[in-house]
């Protein structure tokens, strides 16, 4: 009787006894992939927030405000006011003279050096600047917020833990007690830091600015944009308007989507057996820099700019070709102006990239050490990546947070690149 | 004279020889009324002075500022006196080093003597002969091939056909650069290559267990033994692509899944592009976040549980670059996934096939070469990306499976062989080239075969 029954059985029962299993799976299929899209969100979420909250507070530095005392016979004591003289004198002198009135307590040579190290070691020439401005200010006394050291600064923000044992943490109990006693007199400040933006590396974590690696990185860029532009473009346009079909172009074909893909490292060896050890161009130089980022954007322009060549249709060529034009006219007066905002917008999605790239530009020595800032592309620079690579391997806890920073800015251009990139592509693509 | 203000120039001459072409085009058919005897329109005549007048003087310009660093320095060492002059050649690009610094009025790394210093003035003095040559050279090609152009110019002379000729050699030269550039890579590391394994032989390069580059400058030196054995290096790589892969894979595609056959338009359009942002943050932007944010988190994490893990492990250079390669992945299979025909996944659901299983069992399979495509791409990615490596992984060379301890990839030894100062013939230095010529093999296979698989794959539906 069994038998009957199963033969009886149809179908649609064998699927509804499924039925429940099957809806379970597809519920948790479709959870598996909504729980990739949110770790995606995550991962981007996280990365963002752990740097702002990282490198927010580089944006102000401690300054310590005193009564500084330009004492007339340290600075000049021939009252020449000769500039040259005056760089020479011992203005650390002017610098700490105000401290030791603060603390008068302090007196053996040990304590009073801690006690100076409050103090930048910029700080007497923050001094020594505000003299070269103006030497009228030599013999009056002035209210002046004086740089405060990193570890002075790190404290005052929160980054050092103060009940850890005294052994493990940078600052000791005496310093702490003098920056408690500074706070309570109201004389610690933080203030808009000006100086991270416009100096250039240094060692000391509060003097040290991206300004050299910025302008550093505007040359770079400003290299590569001027070489990889015209080429790419000229290149795309060869390729997709005149080249006839045949093995070569099948071989730049090919040759440039593999270009794409080559690792960026690499380039960087071409530069340095090739720019710098061949044609002997000066390392470190943003030239050199540029030159390599131009090869290395190159094949994303020239993708960007045929396929925007490819989007025009082809009836403008027809009509411009029909009214006698002939093809280089075609492509210059009629393809070429159609096509252009797709080009540049993949020159900048092109000049982003390069912005961020740092392994071809440590093969090329750009990673020294660079106080001044570059007035040129021959000049000896670093590029904004560059200089956070250097940063994230100082051991001050102070460069963590300058890092950061400059990491944020660094997002912050790119962001405004891409969004422009974005724009430009809203407003001038054209649907045919 | 200042390159820059040569180049200005050479501008200038070329707005002059335009205005000068366009006149004299007009001139000879007696002004505007004449303008239908000429056989192209006047601004063709300019464009045609002016390219004369400009391309090859720039071109000199041009060649001169890549080739004058090379001859000035061989010419200041055949002026040195022989005693300078025969030492080995270390010592001698030591000695032009200080040289060049000398003559640029840098800080020099040894005592000036008065050779050096002649040497230093001989090579400013050539340098501003240099300068003054290439002005007079460059301007006197420029204003030569220009009036040659100009007297050239009349009615019958095609100058439109003579210009479009010369822009399309122009454009036929910018998209040989890419060639070059290959052509470039492939030389510059072969010949590197080369000669390092004129010293090293290539099995013991290939095949070699250990690696410990630091050559011994003294016979009874410890620990540097000059070991040059690639296989740590590649077993590192391919440890941490692994695990890249193993956190990129997976959630690229079910992200791509997900957005092309369940998500809202809407979700889609703000989700898509969040996703594509990690592929635009700099790589050293990820590596600072694996060696000061994850890295120490994992050691954290490993010490509560009882293991002992590298601050430099594995594991964290690892999951980080599956991060960067997210973007990638998805991108990618979404591409693929969109282009199987929705006749294939209406069939699957006509049957009664749930989305899942339309998924699984019918878009899948048919996507799965140009997914596997992907994968190989992100591959190559990974085994190439340099900096996140670099700060997060580490230096020492283990041959280990275990993703707790610290291991060195390929790319981390070129950068910390070449970084910083270098005699350029060293079997160390040469190292570098020799594993960037792997590098170069490694990447260059695997874009081929995936680029093969989704061109191949594309044609089948198209």
């Known amino acids: 009787m069994t038998d009957q029954k199963d033969r009886h059985k149809r179908t649609i029962d064998i699927v509804n006894a499924s039925l429940k299993r099957r809806y379970a799976r597809e519920r948790r299929f479709k959870a598996m992939g909504l729980g990739a899209v949110i770790l995606g969100l995550l991962f981007v979420s996280a990365l963002f927030f752990d740097i702002f909250s ?124 003098w920056i408690d006693r500074l706070e309570q007199l109201g004389l610690v400040k933080k203030k808009f830091n000006t100086r991270f933006f416009t100096n250039g590396d240094s060692r000391e974590p509060e003097l040290a600015g991206i300004g050299g690696a910025a302008a550093g990185s505007f040359y770079t860029l400003l290299v590569t944009l001027a070489l990889s532009f015209p080429i790419g473009v000229g290149a795309a346009l060869y390729l997709e308007e005149f080249a006839p079909k045949n093995r070569w172009t099948d071989l730049i074909e090919v040759n440039i989507n593999n270009l794409a893909a080559v690792p960026s490292i690499v380039f960087g060896l071409l530069g340095l057996a090739m720019f710098i050890n061949l044609f002997g161009l000066p390392r470190s130089a943003p030239l050199v820099g540029g030159l390599v980022l131009t090869l290395m954007t190159l094949p994303t322009i020239i993708i960007a700019s045929r396929a925007a060549l490819k989007s025009v249709p082809p009836s403008i060529r027809e009509a411009a070709l029909g009214v006698g034009a002939s093809k280089m006219q075609t492509v210059f007066h009629h393809v070429l102006p159609l096509a252009m905002p797709g080009m540049l917008t993949g020159t900048i999605i092109g000049m982003a990239q390069a912005l961020g790239e740092t392994a071809p530009l440590l093969m090329i020595g750009m990673v020294a050490f660079i106080v001044d800032i570059p007035g040129g592309p021959l000049d000896p620079s670093t590029v904004l990546p560059v200089q956070v690579y250097l940063w994230a391997d100082s051991p001050e806890r102070a460069f963590v947070e300058r890092t950061s920073a400059a990491i944020i800015m660094l997002l912050l251009f790119l962001i405004a690149m891409n969004t422009f990139a974005v724009i430009m592509r809203r407003r001038f693509e054209r649907r045919w | 004279m200042q390159f820059s203000v040569l180049v200005m120039i050479l501008l200038g001459v070329m707005a002059a020889a335009y205005h000068l072409g366009r006149r004299r085009s007009l001139a000879s058919v007696g002004g505007r009324s004449g303008v239908r005897n000429l056989h192209s329109l006047p601004a063709y005549y300019g464009f045609y002075t002016a390219l004369w007048a400009g391309l090859p003087a720039l071109l000199v310009a041009g060649l001169w500022v890549f080739f004058e660093g090379s001859l000035i320095t061989s010419m200041v060492v055949q002026s040195l006196p022989a005693s300078l ?67 050239a110019i009349g009615p019958k002379m095609r100058a439109r056909n ?10 036929i030269g910018s998209s040989l650069i890419a060639i070059l550039t290959t052509v470039g890579i492939v030389l510059s590391v072969l010949f590197e290559s080369f000669r390092f394994f004129q010293k090293i032989p290539v099995t ?65 359009s703000y989700a898509k592009p969040v996703l594509e942002v990690l592929a635009g943050v700099p790589t050293v932007v990820y590596g600072f976040f694996a060696a000061l944010t994850l890295a120490p988190a994992i050691r954290g994490a490993g010490e509560a549980m009882g293991m002992t893990v590298s601050s430099e492990s594995a594991l964290a250079a690892g999951l980080v670059m599956g991060v960067m ?67 997060a992984a580490g230096l020492s060379a283990n041959l280990t499976a275990n993703p707790l301890e610290s291991v060195t990839t390929v790319t981390v030894q070129i950068v910390t062989l070449l970084v910083g100062d270098q005699e350029f013939d060293s079997a160390k230095t040469l190292a570098a080239f020799a594993l960037g010529l792997l590098l170069f093999i490694v990447t260059l296979g695997l874009n081929i075969v995936a680029l093969h698989i989704v061109r191949k794959y594309r044609e089948q539906y198209e």
Not at chain 1, 100 to 119: C, N, Q, W
Not at chain 1, 133 to 150: E, M, N, P, W, Y
Not at chain 2, 232 to 255: C, E, H, K, W
Not at chain 2, 360 to 385: D, F, K, N
């Open chain 2, 325 to 391: 390669i997210i973007p990638f992945v998805s991108s990618l299979s979404d591409d693929v996934i969109n282009a199987v025909p929705q006749s294939l996944r209406d069939a699957a659901y006509a049957l009664g096939a749930t989305r899942s299983e339309t998924i699984r069992q019918v878009v899948l399979p048919a996507a799965l070469p140009g997914i596997m495509g992907g994968v190989l791409l992100a591959a190559s990615r990974a085994i190439g990306e340099t900096m996140i490596v670099v700060m």
């Open chain 1, 54 to 177: 990282k490198g927010y507070t580089a944006f102000v530095q401690t300054h310590i405000e005193l009564e500084v005392y330009f004492d007339p016979a340290v600075i000049d004591p021939d009252g020449k006011r000769d500039l040259e003289e005056i760089s020479r004198a011992d203005f650390r002198k002017i610098a700490r003279a105000p401290l030791v009135k603060l603390f008068p307590e302090v007196t053996g040579r040990r304590d009073k050096l801690a006690l100076y190290s409050i103090l930048s070691s910029g700080a007497p020439y923050q001094l020594l600047n505000m003299v070269k401005d103006d030497v009228a200010v030599i013999g009056q006394t002035l209210t002046i917020d004086l740089i405060a050291d990193d570890d002075v600064d790190m404290l005052v923000k929160g980054h050092i833990d103060r009940h850890l044992p005294a052994a493990d943490r940078r600052v000791n109990d005496t310093m702490i007690d």
């Open chain 2, 162 to 171: 003579r210009v479009e000729r010369i822009v399309s050699g122009l454009l």
């Open chain 2, 85 to 151: 002059r025969d030492v080995p050649p270390e010592r001698l690009g030591l000695l032009v080093n200080d040289i060049t610094n000398l003559a640029n009025g840098n800080i020099v790394s040894t005592q000036v003597d008065a050779g050096m210093q002649r040497a230093a003035d001989h090579m400013n003095e050539l340098r501003t002969i240099g300068r003054v040559a290439l002005a007079a050279v460059a301007l006197s090609i420029a204003l030569a091939a220009g009036s040659l152009a100009w007297r």
């Open chain 2, 204 to 268: 013991d390069f290939l095949f070699g267990l250990e690696w410990s580059p630091q050559v011994a400058l003294r016979a009874d030196q410890v620990g540097a033994s000059g070991a040059f054995g690639s296989v740590p290096l590649f077993a590192g790589t391919l440890l941490i692509s692994f695990i890249a892969l193993l956190v990129a894979v997976p959630i690229g595609l079910m992200a791509a899944i997900y957005l092309a056959d369940y998500a809202s338009p809407r979700l889609r």
